[in-house]
């Protein structure tokens, strides 16, 4: 084996050969400065890779920041758009609650009737065999029932019908008596045929137009960009004239070249300036909120719609003008609010939402109580 040298053997190898120290203090040297560039290096890659995550973290934090805002402002949207429909059907309930009372009272008023009926008819058992009299209580039972109707639910045409029947019944008589009662008769008509129409038939259909129109119109937050159609490529030079024969060496052919390049460099610029309109479209909308609405809520964007129509053909019906036109406003928003008002099935709307709105119902129907107070009075008569 080998053995190591001894310190006394490398100091003799030392002073024999003088240039050995300092190879290796050299080599010493380089070997630590190399170590210190790979730390150096190791430094530097650490901490570009920690800028590099920093950075990372920093865009994901930001992104999930903007999710979050934007989920809560949707989040706002639809329950801003859930507590109008809550109001709308609370509203609608009301209007249902107050028809019913309506109705309760045209119950009340019916079974009145059937009771006077039912009197008027034990009456009649008990009247004389006179002929006039028994005409008479059948004429004012005819007349306060046609006077109920037109107060309550505006039934013009029926105490019309009523008035003339009586007339006619009374003309089978030849009592000059008759007279007063006849001529109270006849004020009562003239007066209720001179009052205005109402088509409520008319009004009735329209909104039932509008409701049905309301699911094809076209909402802001569903339309999409419409392409403009392209023109034909038509050439700007004037129609040729008729060919005349031009002498030889006086041909036009570096005209005719010259407009063939014109018309192709307009129809290029055309088209070109076609397509970057296209490019770019402004749009003025008053509430941003009509623009992010989910299909969910643009359901209810359109049933909110149909409820206020609903609403308001039921107004109309009870004839509560108030009501009538509060609704048909609301209605208007709406429209105005959530559809494209440049489609043409929106303006049709519009145009007839106007028509309807346009309509009279605050008319002050009058009462039969002067042809009821001439029967009267001439029964009360010995």
């Known amino acids: 084996m080998n053995e190591m040298p001894s310190s006394s053997d490398a100091s003799q190898s030392a002073q024999a050969n003088p240039v050995l120290p300092q190879i290796e203090l050299m080599s010493a040297s380089l070997q630590k400065d190399n170590s210190v560039r790979v730390h150096r290096l190791l430094y530097a890659g650490v901490g570009v890779l920690a800028?590099?995550?920093?950075?990372?973290?920093?865009?994901?934090?930001?992104?999930?920041?903007?999710?979050?805002e934007e989920m809560a402002q949707r989040l706002k949207n639809g329950e801003s758009v859930t507590t109008e429909?809550?109001?709308i059907v609370k509203s609608v309930q009301d209007g249902v609650k107050e028809l019913q009372a309506k109705t309760n009272v045209l119950e009340g008023k019916q079974v009145e009737a059937q009771s006077q009926q039912l009197a008027l008819e034990h009456l009649y058992q008990e009247l004389s065999r006179n002929r006039d009299d028994w005409a008479l209580a059948e004429i004012e039972q005819v007349l306060s029932t046609a006077s109920q109707q037109l107060q309550l639910a505006g039934n013009v045409q029926g105490a019309i019908i009523a008035l003339q029947n009586a007339d006619n019944r009374l003309s089978r008589s030849d009592k000059p008596q008759f007279i007063i009662i006849r001529r109270a008769l006849a004020k009562d008509l003239e007066r209720l045929r001179s009052l205005?129409?109402?088509?409520?038939?008319?009004?009735a259909l329209r909104l039932d137009s509008i409701i049905g129109q309301i699911d094809h119109m076209p909402l802001l937050a569903d339309e999409k960009p419409a392409m403009a159609a392209t023109q034909p490529k038509t050439s700007r030079r004037a129609p040729k004239a008729v060919d005349v024969k031009t002498p030889?060496?006086?041909?036009?052919?570096?005209?005719?070249?010259?407009?063939?390049?014109?018309?192709?460099?307009?129809?290029?610029?055309?088209?070109?300036?076609?397509?970057?309109?296209?490019?770019?479209?402004?749009?003025?909308?008053?509430v941003s909120d009509a623009l992010l609405l989910s299909p969910t809520q643009a359901y209810y964007a359109r049933e909110n719609l149909k409820l206020r129509l609903l609403n308001a053909r039921l107004a109309l019906l009870s004839r509560n003008e108030s009501a009538f036109r509060s609704d048909l406003i609301a209605a208007q928003d709406s429209v105005t609010k959530y559809f494209d008002t440049r489609a043409k099935q929106t303006q049709t709307t519009q145009a007839l939402l106007r028509q309807v709105q346009a309509s009279n119902l605050s008319i002050e129907m009058p009462t039969l109580a002067e042809s009821l107070n001439a029967v009267r009075n001439y029964k009360a008569k010995p």
């Open 85 to 87: 429909t809550k109001l």
């Open 196 to 203: 205005p129409v109402i088509d409520m038939t008319g009004i």
């Open 248 to 286: 030889p060496g006086k041909g036009s052919g570096g005209s005719d070249w010259v407009a063939d390049l014109e018309d192709a460099w307009n129809s290029w610029t055309s088209e070109m300036w076609n397509e970057i309109r296209q490019l770019i479209r402004v749009r003025n909308v008053e």
């Open 51 to 68: 800028l590099l995550l920093a950075a990372q973290w920093w865009a994901s934090q930001r992104e999930i920041s903007s999710l979050r």
